[in-house]
């Protein structure tokens, strides 16, 4: 009876050990080599769910043992959805970590300053962040300018340019809201300038989309922005290029006397009494900085020297002298 009784114990203490033994094997990693897995974690995925795929995907070894660490450290609502980049030599315990911090991986955008907002939606598609058509569609929604804070008509104007590292599978909302939220933090800095000249939101934005179309050299921002001043100022059309390319569907690149001449282009600010009905593109820090705290020239004219600089003048007589010595010399 005393043996029995011996061996029924040794029974009970060896389970447990068997046990936890099984558990830390269970949990250590798959391999030894840094293979990278890219794995996705779907929306409302389950923990059970998730073992069974992280064992498919030869990240773990027992889904199982996965399940049950997730539970012990009560992680089944604490799952992010998103593209992981995981390997096969980290534990367990590592790659939850991971899927609990939702450190999930990103991709590269670039986004240049002055693109439209449908330059902008072929870039992001390209990187697979959005669908240019839903990009375009939530852009263009009437309704969109007011959910995201800004002024309208829609959101041309606020999708600040920067090069950006974005999830996958984010919303096309999420992948606009990051943008705009990024033009409202400028917009914050400066609010205080452009209410001291009485200028809106709206206003600032349109007037530096056009700066950032008229000139990417960066001094030349604050000059620039001062001639469309002085010419508000004494109620002289903005008569800019750029805004009235915007206006033309499937532009070709020739711009003719007959499109500077067209009043049904609600962009021709050559037909226009002031500004266009909203921004032609979308301006980077420097050309909204520039449009709050122009240049202090009197400069109403300027014309383009051919190497990415212009030449400012006062008055109509030395502009036709500019243009006769650096375009039609040419």
Known sequence: MKKLLLVLLGIALAVPAAGALWWRNALQPVGESETDVVFTVAPGTSLRRLGRDLETAGLVRNAHAFEWLGRSREAASQLRAGEYLLRNHWGADEILDQIVAGHVRTYEV????????????????????????????????????????????????????????????????????????????????????????????????????????????????????????????????????????????????????????????????????????GPIANPGAAALRAVVDPADEKYLYFVSRNDGTHIFSRSYREHVNAVNRYQRSR
């Open 110 to 277: 670039s986004l240049p300053e002055g693109l439209t907002a449908a330059e902008m939606a072929v870039r992001i598609e390209a990187a697979g962040l959005a669908e240019a058509e839903a990009f375009l569609a939530v852009v263009h929604d009437p309704a969109a300018p007011a959910r995201f804070g800004v002024e309208g008509p829609g959101l041309e104007g606020y999708l600040f340019p920067e090069t950006y590292q974005l999830a996958r599978g984010l919303s096309v909302e999420r992948v606009v809201g990051t943008l705009v939220d990024h033009y409202l933090k400028v917009w914050r800095e400066i609010e205080p300038a452009a209410k001291a000249r009485g200028l809106s939101m709206r206003d600032v934005t349109i007037l530096a989309s056009i700066v950032e179309r008229e000139t990417g050299a960066v001094g030349e921002r604050p000059l620039i922005a001062s001639v469309f001043h002085n010419r508000r100022a004494i109620g002289m059309r903005l008569e800019t290029d750029p805004t009235v390319i915007y206006g033309i569907p499937n532009f070709d690149g020739n711009l003719t006397r007959a499109h500077l001449e067209d009043a049904t282009n609600t962009y021709n600010t050559y037909q226009i009494p002031d500004l266009p009905p």
